[in-house]
Nanobody, 116 residues
Framework: QVQLVESGGGLVQPGGSLRLSCAPSGLGSVAGIYIMAWYREAPGKQRELVANINSHRNTNYADGVKGRFTISKNNTRNTLDLQMNSLKPEDTAVYYC????????WGQGTQVTVSS
């Protein structure tokens, strides 16, 4: 059974940083997964793509997070990570890990709250 388990969410002040991790099970090495991504869903808004990375490590970012967020694969820990810097209140959302490898899979989500 495939599972994507997110961790690293929490409460942070504006301008602060957080690092999210997603640990897939049942899909083998993150290096070989076709597409992995982070999405987020804020209250009252549709789920949106934050960033994605493919098996060739090509990355793509939403305009609102370019230059602040970095998506990467850690082959040692076998995780998908999202380093988030210079966080803003509008980054507040539930963040979801996504994987496409034949079928598509979603994690359960982790809450990120940016507030003073």
């Amino acid at each position: 059974q495939v599972q994507l388990v997110e961790s690293g969410g929490g409460l942070v002040q504006p301008g602060g940083s957080l690092r999210l991790s997603c640990a897939p099970s049942g899909l083998g090495s993150v290096a070989g997964i076709y597409i992995m991504a982070w999405y987020r869903e804020a209250p009252g808004k549709q789920r949106e793509l934050v960033a994605n990375i493919n098996s060739h490590r090509n990355t793509n970012y939403a305009d609102g997070v370019k230059g602040r967020f970095t998506i990467s694969k850690n082959n040692t820990r076998n995780t998908l990570d999202l380093q988030m810097n210079s966080l803003k209140p509008e980054d507040t959302a539930v963040y979801y890990c996504f994987a496409r490898h034949g079928l598509t899979y979603w994690g359960q989500g982790t809450q990120v709250t940016v507030s003073s």
